[in-house]
DNA sequence: TGACACGTTCGAAACGTTTAGATTAGCGTT
DNA sequence: AACGCTAATCTAAACGTTTCGAACGTGTCA
């Protein structure tokens, strides 16, 4: 800015006001100014001014693992959405590891990001602190953290798990294997009520062999699945819990040499491209990805807009059961497709 | 860093060098300094640092669509890289449009990032007189750039489809439609060669009505199929350019009530956890996604180490054939698995 | 004892912006 | 002709670091 200052033959503080539209200046001094800008190819230095104003125009978003095609979508919306408004997306994956989140954490802040989005890990460690510091807004993404008062969406999982548990129990499942995340964040602790729901409306046991937990990777899935059908009285159908772990289930039933839906049924938590493609189609809870990422986007675009003392916002979305034929009725063959 | 001085009664420079370790202080002024950061919760500002540096420990990465596996896995592996090398990653989603990319490009430069790597969009646009200018260290990723002389990471792609085609020429088939993406990158270029190669080396005529090609997404998939299939004299294989567009070649198969691999095969590029869980298990060709992104991170951060001065170094990795069974024998009943 | 070297600490400039407040010029009023 | 007002421009401080060179105190050697 200094060369272009002096090419123009006018003083830095008035390039800064041409540039920044902070006052007028004359249409003389303005062609000599962006003539200088194009000659010498000046471009305007992000840090300098970041240091000055105190803003980055950078977001922080970290999520457990961007191959979750979960939040691999989600990713990709918030993305665009702070693409569109001119803020650039600090990646970081967690790995599903607090001492990582926090790590990562700190680095986004130590660079001085504007707002941070969080689909945290653990008990969300640093992120309490740095919410009551109030320093930086936060948004919570898909998963709550208690303790941790700040905006959030998130799937109303209960529900959705509960309609899907039903949805099994009206094909006349009785014994329904769930395959669940850990059980230290909110969505699966909500889920595992709606499981829990859906059985108790039924009138149906609550048999803990049939429950199953593993740290959301295909591997896991597939020994969680290995187990249930290893049981003397095994399960007619699985509930899994994302999309990894259901790859897993599946191949574990592949091996075991058993067939689905004809030997068990399976449905899964979150929906992808392909859910409809292959044989079986994929019985699958929808999360509503789009909109996930742009109301988070909105809730943080909000606070850096200016609206920082709006109370804490909690947005709650509905899932949607997409019933496929990887279920069968008990007792009947395969149903044909829906959806 | 003032405060800490004052409430450590030393100067600014002092503490500077205790934390930078570039100069000896004595073991009570450390621990009067370490007692006051400790006091203050003093975090070193990155911003500040980067504009005296003139380093962000930064990198951009920009890719055409995040929600395409083979880039979800790549950018996956390049952001652990960069992780552990303490570095943060500014992700970029160009859309397959050269405008969004050039913008994003010169985004990413203004907030000095130390280095880029860039699956490139289009003829690389600006991208050329900044590997010109010299100034940030660029790694192609996938894509190669006429004009851009830079470190770069490839598949061989030629050699990769030619070995897919001529595995269907040898079950048998004449006619293989091939759907490609838009001609424009060198994958795409490489990848027809090798498509022709191998139709030569079998003696089998070209024929223009089998060549049908898209925008990468599921909808000009499903659009090609549905032309290829509506051929008079319809192939009896088709090879489709990636995740999305395969789906939507599956998709087309379905919609016109046909079978895979029954009543036409199918093979694709880029391989995914769920190819083999399904029916049918799509044979695809592979691509070293974990070691294309440790590449392209190792070469970038040897560039960032200082190596400016190398000449580019271009790395051509091999893609693998996984053989499965949505390819089958013609006139002969449908393969069972290998792979 | 004076000169010198060494180890430790500090003052101040610099990185490239923004911005508050000062300065200047032009112009209309009285 | 002196004054005040407005519009345009400039000067200089500030953002929070790093770093160069100077300063200081202490010990060693001639």
């Known amino acids: 800015m200094l060369h272009v200052a002096e090419a123009a033959r006018v003083?830095?503080?008035t390039v800064s006001a041409?540039?920044?539209?902070?006052?007028?200046?004359?249409?003389?001094?303005?062609?000599?100014?962006?003539?200088?800008?194009?000659?010498?190819?000046?471009?305007?230095n992000a840090i300098a001014r970041s240091l000055k104003m105190g803003t980055t125009r950078t977001i922080g978003l970290t999520v457990p693992h961007i191959t979750n095609p979960f939040f691999t979508d989600v990713v990709s919306v918030i993305q665009q959405a702070f693409d569109r408004a001119g803020y650039a997306v600090m990646l970081c994956c967690t790995d599903e590891d607090l001492n990582t989140q926090d790590e990562q954490i700190r680095l986004l802040l130590d660079r001085m990001v504007d707002g941070l989005i969080v689909a945290r890990v653990g008990d969300g460690g640093i992120l309490k602190s740095i919410v009551e510091d109030a320093n930086v807004p936060v948004v919570l993404l898909d998963r709550l953290c208690e303790g941790v008062d700040t905006d959030a969406v998130v799937l109303d999982n209960q529900r959705a798990v509960s309609d899907a548990v039903t949805y099994l129990i009206h094909l006349g499942h009785r014994r329904i294997g769930y395959i669940t995340g850990t059980s230290d964040i909110s969505p699966m602790h909500d889920r595992m009520i709606g499981y829990r729901e859906a059985l108790q409306a039924a009138g149906l046991p609550m048999a803990e062999e049939l429950i199953r937990s593993g740290n959301f990777h295909e591997i896991d899935g597939y020994n969680a699945t290995m187990q249930l059908l290893s049981l003397h009285d095994r399960p007619s159908a699985i509930f899994s819990a994302n999309n990894p772990m259901v790859i897993g289930t599946m191949k574990a039933i592949r091996d075991i040499g058993l067939s689905c839906p004809e030997d068990i049924s399976v449905a899964c938590f979150d929906d992808f491209p392909w859910s409809d493609v292959f044989v079986p189609q994929l019985t699958t809870v929808a999360q509503p990805v789009q909109a996930i990422g742009e109301q988070a986007a909105n809730l943080l675009l909000d606070r850096l807009a200016g609206n920082r003392d709006a109370p804490p916002r909690k947005l709650v979305l509905k899932g949607r059961?997409?019933?496929?034929?990887?279920?069968?009725?008990?007792?009947?063959?395969?149903?044909?497709v829906s959806a």
Do not use: F, W
């Open 321 to 336: 059961l997409m019933i496929r034929n990887s279920c069968r009725p008990l007792g009947a063959l395969p149903q044909s």
């Open 11 to 13: 003083s830095v503080a």
């Open 18 to 44: 041409l540039l920044n539209g902070t006052a007028t200046v004359s249409p003389e001094l303005t062609q000599r100014i962006e003539q200088a800008i194009r000659d010498i190819g000046y471009k305007r």
